[in-house]
C-alpha cells in the first residue's frame, strides 16, 4: 500500500516537473523592446530590420541570411513542416552556423538578451501565435552507437536513399544535381560536403546529423526522411533487405512478382497510417502500433545513416599550417613517387585554409572552396608535391564569364617569392601576387591537366607567363568531388626568374584556387595568405657522433674526479 | 630518523623548485611559464643555494662530504655504478635531443600598429598633417546629435557592407574570414585600440590598407584592402564613427590639450 | 481632448498595420494566386447550367525553350524536353490556364471517384497543372527507376519535401488543410522538373488542354465572377469576367490572355 502511494506521488512530482519544464520551454521569452532594440543593432544590418532576410549586408551573403517571414527555420530539433522550439532559436543563436557568415552571440550578447531576440523574431512569423501544440520535436530515444557494421548498413542506405544524387558517392557534395540546386527564394545553394565537417551548419555530431536528416532542412532542397517517405516504409529490416533484392533484379519470375506485390501491399497499408496520422485522423491502437513498428525502422535505419555520415570527416577541421606545423618536404633517395604511387601514403599532409580575394575587384565573398591539402617528397634534385583540394563541380571552361570575357575554370596557384627573404625582417612580395617584389607562379588549370605554366608577377593584375617553361611535370585528376594535382620540379634551375630552392631554407609559400561553376574568374577566387614551406634537411649525422662522445668525456670526468679525490685523501 | 644530508637538501630544493616553476605556477596557476624564464629562475636559485653552502668552510665540507663519499667510499660502489651509469646516459639523450631537433620557421617581427606618416592623404589629395586632422563629422556629437546620428547609421551600413566579413559582426575581429588570415584583423573591442590612436590615424589605415604600411608593419602581409579605392572620404569618416559609437571607445583626441 | 489624441494614434497604428500587410503582399506576391470564397458549401445541383470557352493566347509567341537535361540522360534525355511555362497550340490555343469561378458559396461536391496523380515519367511532370481538392491525397508516380524528391513549395500549408526513391511507384501525398495557389512543385533533383498544383475548396476549376477549351459542368443558374490564371500570363482577379448561366444551358466565356 505505501509503495503504491509512494509510486503516485513520484509520478506527480515527476509530472509536474516535467509540466513546468514544458511550460518554461515554451513560454521562456516574452516579446519586449529590449528584444526589438538588441535584434536592431546586432542582427537588422543582415536579417533586415522586417525579419525578411534583406538587410544591407544580405547582398553579398550566400547562404543568405535567413528570412524569418516564413518561419521556414533549417536547424530543428523538429519534425518536417514543424516550427524550431524556442531553444532551437536561442542555440543557433549562441552557436552561430559554421561555414556561414552566422557568427556565434554567445560572448557578445547576455543570455537574456539572446532569449529577447528569439522572442522578437518570432513575431516576424505569425504560425508561432497560431500554432496551438508545441512543436513535435524528434525522438533520440534508441540511438545505435558509433560502429564498423553501422557505418557499412549507412553506407547502403546512403545509395538507396539517392543521398548520391546531391552529396555524390563519399559525400564531398559533388553529386550530379549539386549544381543545379536552388532554395526557397530561387537562390543557388550547395549540397554540404560530408567530408568538411567543420562547415556543418547545425553542428557535426550524430544527433545533430540525425536531426538534420529525419526532419530536414526547411527552406534547402534537403528533404526530410522521417515516415512515409522513407525507403520501403512499413516493413521490417529484413523484409526490406529482400525487396531491395527483388527490386534490383532486372526482371521478376512471377512468384518474386507476388512476393513483391505483397511487401508492397505491407507498405500501403503503413503509409496510409503515416497519412492519416498527419491529416489528422486519429489511429486505432492497432493501427498506431503498426505505424510505431514502422516509425521505429525508419529510425534505427536513420541511426545508421548518420553513423555513416559521420564517419565521412574527421572530428575536427585539422590544425591549419600555421606556426610549426608548417609544411616540410621530405627527404627520399631515390625517384620520387608519382600521383597515384602508395609511397605518399606515408605522409600526413599539411592544412591550409583558403578565404575569398576581397582585397581587389573583383571580389569573392562566397567562397566554395574551404581548403587545399598538400604533401611533398623531395630527393637530391626534385621536389614533388602533391595538392588536394574539394571542389563539388568539375569546370573546364566551357562557359564564358559575361562581364570578364574569360572562360570560368577550375584552376590553382601556388606562389614563391622569386627570392627568398633573408632573415625575418626582410620584406617579402606583397600577398596577392606580389608588387614591388616579384612573385613565382605555377598555375594549374582544369582544361589542361597535364600541364603547369610558370607566371612571373608583379601584381595580382601585373602576370606574365614566362618565356622559358617547361621545368615543372605535372599531373592531375578529379575524382568524388576531389581534385589531385601532382606537381614535379628540379631544385635548382638554369631560369633567373625561378625560385631556387635549398633544404632548410624556409620558403614563403601562399595559393589561390578558382572554382569555375562559383564565378570564379581573375581576381574573385580564393586566397591565402604567406603560409611556410621547407625542405626538411635529413637529420644531421653529427648525432651519432656528438652524444657518445660527450657521454664518454663525462664518464671520464667521474673517473678523473674520483682518482683526484682519493689522491687527496691518500 | 636519520638526518638528510645537506647535499640532499640542496637537491630537493632545486627539484621542487623546478617542479612547482614548471607544473604549479605555470599551468596550474596561470599559463605555462616560458623555458626561458624558468631557466632564469632556476639560476637565481642555484646561485641562492651556492651562497648559503660557501658562506663557511664548515658548511662547505657538509656540503662536499656525500659527494666525497660517493666517489672514494668502497660501501657506496653500487650508488657509484648506478650514478656511473645515469650520468652520461643522461648527457647523452640530452645532446642527442638538441641536435635532432627540428628547425622552425622565424616569427615575425611585425609591428601592429607602426607609426603613421606625417601627412594625411585620400588617393592623392592631401587632406593635411596627420596630428591635426579631425573626423570632420565629430563635431555633430555635440551641436547636431540627429545629424550624428544618421552618420553612424552610414557608418553601420558602410560596416556591414565591406568590413564586418573579416572584422566581424561584434567588431572583435573574429569573423567567417579572419580565422585564417595572417596578421588577424583588428579587434576593435579591445581596450588597448580605439582609445589609443586618433581618427586620422583609422583615417589612414582605412584608406590606405595593408599595403600602406610602413615596413615594420609587415605590408606584404596584410589583407586588409586599400579602401579608398572603394569608400569616399565621407563613408571613411562616418565608419570611424560608428567604431567608436558600438563599441563605446572614444578615440585619442589632442585638441583639447592645447 | 484625450479621446481624439486616442483616436489619432489608434488610426495612425491602423495606418501602419495596413501598411506593412500590403509590404508584405507585395514582397510574397511573385505568384499571382487564385482567389477562393470565404465559405463553400456543398450540396446536389439538379439541372445546373454549364460555362465554357477557349482561352487563345495573344502576341509575339517566344521560342519554346528547350530545356537542358544535365542528368540521368539515358531515362530524362530520351526525348527533347521544353519550358511549358507557355505551352500554345493550334490557333493560339493557350493550354494550363486555370479557368474558376471566384464567387460561388454553394454547389456540388467533388467527383469522388476521381484518382489524382501526377506522373513522373521521363523526368517531366504531367499534368503541368494539376486541381487538387482541399483534403484529398495526390498521388506521385514514379515507374523510371529514378529517384525524384517531389518538393511543394507550400507556404499556407505545411511545404512538402520527400524523396522518392527509385523503386517506389507510387507516393501519395497527405492531403492539406487550406485552400492555395497554385503552389510551385519542382525536384530537386532534376531542377529542370516544374509544375504547379492548385489546392481548391469547390469543384468549379478547369485546366485548359491542348485546344484551350474548358468546361465548367454543373453550375447553379446565376451570375458569377469567372476567373483565370495562367504561369506566365497572369490572372485577371482585379477585372474578373462576368458570365450568367442559366439552368440546363451552355453559357460562353472566351479569354485572350498576353504575357505579363
Partial sequence: MVNRNVVTLLMLVFGLLCAVMLVHAQNAPEASERGKEVYEQSCAHCHGTEGRGDGSAAENLLPKPRDFTRGLYKIRSTESGQLPTDQDLFDIITIGMPGSSMPGWETSLSADERWEVVAYIKTFYNGFKESEAPPRQISLEGKIAYSEQSVETGKELYVELGCVECHGNVGRGDGTSAPTLTDEWGFQTWPAN??????????????????????????????????????????????????????????????????????????????????????GIELTAAEQQTYDDAMKVVYEKSWHLANYVKSLAPEERPEPAIGKNVLRSQYVQGELPGMEDTAWEVLQSRHFPLVGQVVIEPRQFNPTIDSVNIKSFYNDTEVAFLFMWDDRTHTTGDEIDESTGKPLEDALAIQFPVKVPQGPTAPKPYFLWGGRLPVYLWHWKASAPEQVVEITAKGINNAEVQAAQGALQAQGAYTDGQYKLWVKRALKTDDKKDLQLEPGVFVPIAFSAWDGANGDVDTKRVVSSWYTFVLEPVPSSRRFVYPPLIAVLSLGLLFGLRAVVQRRNS | MKRLSLFTICLIILIGSWVVLRFAIGGIVSVPIPGSVIAMYMGLIIIAVLVHISVEDSLFREFLRPIHETLVDNNLRVRRRVIAVLIPLFLLGYTHSIIAQRANPPGSPRDAHPSPPLELTYKDEVIGTMQDVVNPFRHYEKDDPEAFKAHVENGRRVYYDNCFYCHGDHLDGQAHFAPYLQPLPANFQDPGIIPNFQESFFFWRIAKGGPGLPAAGTPWDSAMPIWENYLTKDEIWDVILFLSDYTGYQPRTFGEAH | MKTYLLAGFALLLACCYVGNAFAADSGAGEVEMLVFPDSYSAASVSNGGTISGVVTFEGDLPEMKKLEITKDQAVCGATDKYDESLVVGEGNALKNTIVYLIDISKGKDFDKATKLEIDQKGCKFSPHVQIVPVGVRVTMLNTDKVNHNVHIFSSINKPVNKQQTKNRRKMPLAGVKKAEGPVAVKCDIHGWMSAWIAYVPHPYFAVTNEKGEFTLEGVPAGTYKLGYWHEACGTNSDSPASVTVEAGSTATQNFTLKLK
Fill in chain 1, 194 to 279: 560530408l567530408a568538411q565537417s567543420w562547415n556543418f551548419r547545425g553542428g557535426a555530431d550524430t544527433e545533430a546529423i540525425f536531426k538534420r536528416f529525419i526532419g530536414g532542412i526547411a527552406g534547402s532542397p534537403m528533404p526530410a526522411f522521417e515516415g512515409d517517405s522513407f525507403l520501403h516504409f512499413g516493413l521490417s529490416v529484413e523484409e526490406s533487405k529482400r525487396l531491395t533484392e527483388l527490386e534490383n533484379k532486372d526482371e521478376m519470375t512471377e512468384v518474386e512478382e507476388t512476393e513483391s506485390e505483397k511487401f508492397y501491399e505491407k507498405m500501403d497499408v503503413a503509409v496510409d497510417l503515416a497519412l492519416n496520422r498527419a491529416e
